[in-house]
């Protein structure tokens, strides 16, 4: 499985992106998908996920600010993002699960700063 993000970018506090990641390949049986993050000096941290049926779950920092969203039709996974803080700067990751396997993107960069 391929996972390719897109959608990164500068945006002022306050503001609002949307994050794609496109899955190709071998994408039979993809599980949960989701998004992690990673600032720089800090760990990756996972700040959303949905499951197969859709059900989505996220990280207690972006409660209420993100959305998450899925096409299987597409093999496409989105991270709306509203209300965006200095704090959300980070590399926004893409992951898949299939089966007992996890399979991450490259990354986009997202830069709230004014």
């Known amino acids: 499985v391929q996972l390719v993000e897109s959608g990164g970018g500068l945006v002022q506090p306050g503001g609002s992106l949307r994050l794609s990641c496109a899955a190709s390949?071998?994408?039979?049986?993809?599980?949960?998908m989701g998004w992690a993050r990673q600032a720089p000096g800090k760990q990756r941290e996972l700040v959303a996920t949905?499951?197969?049926?859709?059900?989505?779950n996220y990280a207690d920092s972006v409660r209420g600010r993100f959305t998450i969203s899925r096409d299987d039709a597409k093999n496409t996974v989105y991270l709306q993002m509203n209300s965006l803080k200095p704090e959300d700067t980070a590399v926004y990751y893409c992951?898949?699960?299939?089966?007992?396997?996890?399979?991450w993107g490259k990354g986009t960069q997202v830069t709230v700063s004014s």
């Open positions: 992951k898949a699960s299939q089966f007992s396997l996890n399979f």
């Open positions: 390949g071998s994408t039979y049986a993809i599980n949960a």
């Open positions: 949905v499951s197969s049926g859709g059900s989505p």
